[in-house]
């Protein structure tokens, strides 16, 4: 892996969605899932969602960023399977975690053809599988229950059920993280279900709504951490939190280095926001509006690849 690309890599991971629907098993902790009754079919949810998901593909290998696509044809009830990067990790010196999930019905998101195209097409030295866990009920979503900082080492991650302490001290001791848990508090006042909801790190900055860590301790113990790396601390607040403006990657094209997250995250970015980003990074406004109905955005859409080409 070539460490100019440790924190933006230049491919990715992503599953196209035959089936999408609003997934009934995440919406009791997921506030950012819209309603079970919205006016449209499945049928109609999942068509709108396979011409988006397909845009953003386009958009993308546009860009530069090599794509690894893989279809779920919907045999099995996988309705989130177009969110990968909740069940599998990549890192730095050919590993792969795989992870529990809290979903039963997110658990038969895991496919063997995904990590098979990874060790043909990369270095892959070792492959760590946590999910059978799941049966202690214990619980670590990947990377939306962690955000990374790879280049200093150290994983962010919002407290939750979906991110179980016990598990989340035994990968960062396995994969050489420093974790940096904290409680968070929505304007609700309930916990924040995913971290990478309300914070994305890029290689030159960091978007975080420190609001939404409820400890005013532990909040300025985080924004210490993210500006002692040397990034631009852009804070978000709650009402740009709403619209996924925290759930971005930073992904390396032909032309250098790209934001990608949607149309909606990029409307709700202040001028002065926009004007640090685009000084090392293009913003890639991607188009997912029914996607975001499940609660979660272009983050969520993209497994990094952060391995060496064979």
């Known amino acids: 892996m070539n460490f100019r690309h440790a924190q933006a890599p230049p491919s990715v991971v992503m599953v196209r969605p035959h089936r999408f629907r609003v997934n009934a098993e995440t919406l009791a902790d997921n506030t950012f899932q819209a309603p079970s009754d919205i006016a449209l079919t499945d049928d109609q949810l999942a068509t709108r969602a396979l011409e988006e998901f397909d845009g953003c593909v386009a958009a993308l290998t546009h860009a530069g960023v090599g794509v690894h696509v893989f279809d779920d044809f919907g045999h099995l009830d996988t309705p989130d399977s177009v969110f990968p990067n909740n069940w599998f990790s990549t890192h730095h010196g050919g590993r792969i975690a ?26 892959v030295q070792e492959v760590i599988d946590y999910s059978g866990l799941e049966y202690d009920n214990l619980f670590l ?55 990478n909801v309300l914070m994305g790190i890029a290689s030159e900055y960091a978007l975080v709504c420190l609001d ?40 390396t094209g032909t032309n250098g280095r790209v934001l990608a997250l949607s149309q909606r995250a990029t409307a709700a970015l202040t001028d002065e926001q926009r004007a640090v980003i685009e000084e090392s990074a293009r913003l890639l406004p991607l188009r997912v509006p029914t996607i975001e109905l499940a609660g979660g955005s272009v983050r969520c859409m993209i497994a990094g690849v952060h391995l060496t080409p064979r």
């Open 98 to 123: 795989v992870y529990p999930m809290f979903a039963p019905n997110r658990r038969r998101e895991r496919r063997f053809d995904v990590i098979e195209l990874l060790k043909r097409c990369y270095r």
């Open 141 to 195: 979503e990947g990377t939306g229950a962690m955000v990374f900082d790879h280049l200093e080492r150290v994983a962010y991650v919002a407290n939750s059920y979906r991110a179980d302490p016990v598990i989340l001290e035994r990968f960062c001791t396995a994969f050489g993280y420093e974790p940096m848990a904290f409680a968070t508090a929505g304007p609700d006042g309930r916990p924040i279900y995913h971290t």
């Open 212 to 251: 939404a860590i409820s400890d005013p301790r532990r909040r300025d113990q985080v924004a210490a951490r993210l500006a002692e790396s040397g990034r631009t601390v852009l804070e978000l607040s709650f009402e740009q939190v709403a619209e996924f403006a925290g759930n971005t990657i930073e992904l």
